[in-house]
């Protein structure tokens, strides 16, 4: 198992900026993927982006293409979301996942795929 831990949330205008780091502990070295969820309040849960750890292959949601950015730094146990031109659609709980095994082809982004949760971060955004 691996624990999970979410940081860099918090306030911003519409347009602004944040990013999001998920640190693991012990290490990742045995990860697969890692993704990152958000849930809205009243909203179900929805898979925002996943990054095959090891390569540079990545997934968004259509909702995030272009302003959302995941990367690995495998030296700091750490996944990163960096997140542009941020809209007050993206208010959310934000959770860090991660994954023993490769996810199927279409599941990069569903909550089944996944095993470890963070607790999830606040990410609030005002127009």
């Known amino acids: 198992q691996v624990h999970l831990v979410e940081s860099g949330g918090g306030s911003v205008q519409a347009g602004g900026s944040l990013t999001l780091a998920c640190a693991g502990s012990p290490h990742m070295y045995s990860l697969v993927a890692v993704a990152w969820f958000r849930q809205a309040t009243g909203k179900e849960r929805e898979g925002v982006s996943a990054?095959?750890?090891?390569?540079?292959?990545?997934y968004y949601a259509d909702s995030v293409k272009g302003r959302f950015t995941i990367s690995h730094d495998n030296a700091q146990n750490t996944v990163y979301l960096q997140m542009n031109n941020l809209k007050p659609e993206d208010t959310a709980m934000y959770s860090c996942?991660?994954?023993?095994?490769?996810?199927?082809?279409?599941?990069?982004?569903?909550?089944?795929?996944?095993?470890?949760w963070g607790q999830g971060i606040q990410v609030t955004v005002s127009s």
């Open positions: 996942a991660a994954a023993f095994l490769k996810p199927r082809a279409g599941t990069w982004l569903e909550t089944t795929s996944y095993s470890s």
């Open positions: 990054v095959y750890v090891g390569s540079v292959t990545s």
